[in-house]
């Protein structure tokens, strides 16, 4: 099967010859793995088998997509908000509606004029066919308004002015879906994948009646989007958000991501018991000990049972872990990972080699 024809016939709970993966990888792993393989490192996971390729055309963007050599350096992105290397990531340092007035709020105007250089990150992935195509127009409500005015004062607000709140968190997602409109009309999708961690390890960051008010219509209406152009639509939220799952399938929600199987009400098995007909699923691989700590054969194993209970149905889930996997996992557990989602050693080393002939 291709990786195209693997992820449809999984999420459609079909047999497939292997089940899908797409594994996220930490900065400082995914440039050790491409050292050894002699190839970048942002061409790991299609070494590794990854099935899935997306980009990012929304804020995660300005997070993500855009690598800084040095710690400290930094960059303001198109929306003000200034962003700074701290460790491998880029963290925010500025929120330019932080300060802001109810008025000065209102007026803010989001990056439209910067359309054509967002979507033009989804060209390289149009181009690998085979593969299973996603366009991440993440972060699409909560965590979009939480980058704008930082996560102390959006919640003040969700609590004191929830008219000032449900008018911007309208306004992020009517730029998410504008982006993700453009998107559908442009490329070959095969999902659309929107997401805002609204979540801590130990719950929701609101009560279940405030999102269910303020944040879940205007996060149905940017699912909506790919309902109507015929996707599947992924949604990613980390943390415990258990109690919200039930109206994420209401939306239209197809995938969830990325299952962080060490909060409460997260375990992956019991997830699908309880929503798998009508959920599918991606991640729940624990990255925090097992991967990074347990021997290979652990982690062969773990993955294994895993697998075997989250495809009970036939299929239904995508192999991944709770989150990146993290730069102190040893290789051999890494190889014993993809090992158990029926990816050999030789075939990556393989994929690695003609990676390297087409460069």
Not at 191 to 216: F, Q, Y
Not at 240 to 255: K, N, Q, S, Y
Not at 271 to 295: A, E, S, V, W
């Amino acid at each position: 099967m291709t990786s195209r024809e693997r992820v449809h016939a999984a999420l459609r709970r079909e047999p497939t010859d292997r089940v899908p993966i797409f594994m996220w990888f930490h900065p400082d792993t995914a440039a050790r793995l491409g050292a050894l393989l002699d190839i970048p490192p942002s061409m790991v996971g299609e070494a590794m088998g990854n099935d899935v390729c997306q980009a990012w055309v929304n804020n995660n963007y300005a997070m993500e997509g855009i690598v800084h050599a040095h710690e400290g350096e930094g960059h303001v992105d198109y929306w003000g908000i200034a962003w700074v290397k701290r460790g491998a990531f880029n963290q925010p340092e500025h929120h330019p509606l932080a300060q802001a007035s109810p008025d000065q709020v209102r007026r803010y105007e989001f990056p439209v004029a910067h359309k054509e250089e967002l979507l033009a990150q989804m060209e390289p992935m149009v181009r690998k066919s085979s593969l299973f195509i996603g366009c991440d127009v993440s972060p699409s409500v909560f965590e979009m308004y939480c980058r704008l005015r930082g996560m102390e004062q959006a919640l003040i607000d969700l609590a004191e002015n929830q008219d000032l709140a449900w008018y911007l968190l309208g306004a992020c997602a009517d730029f998410a879906i504008m982006l993700a409109q453009e998107a559908c009309a442009r490329f070959p999708l095969d999902w659309l994948w929107t997401g805002d961690d609204v979540a801590s390890h130990r719950g929701l960051m609101m009560s279940p009646e405030t999102w269910r008010e303020l944040i879940k219509p205007h996060l149905a209406r940017v699912v909506k989007v790919g309902k109507a152009a015929g996707l599947w639509v992924a949604y990613h939220c980390c943390g415990a958000l258990r109690e919200i799952i039930p109206d994420l399938i209401d939306i239209g929600v197809d995938v969830l991501n990325p299952i962080q199987c060490n909060c409460p009400g997260m375990d992956p098995p019991e997830l699908k018991r309880d929503f798998g007909q009508d959920l599918c699923f991606m991640g729940g691989l624990d990255n925090l000990h097992t991967i990074p700590y347990g021997t290979a054969e652990e982690v062969y194993r773990s993955t294994c049972a895993l697998i075997d209970r989250m495809t009970s149905d036939g299929g239904g889930y995508i192999l991944a872990a709770s989150h990146t996997i993290p730069p102190e996992t040893p290789e051999e557990n890494i190889f014993a990972l993809f090992a158990a989602g029926g990816v050999s050693r030789e075939e990556v080393f393989d994929r690695a080699a003609d990676i390297r002939a087409r460069l």
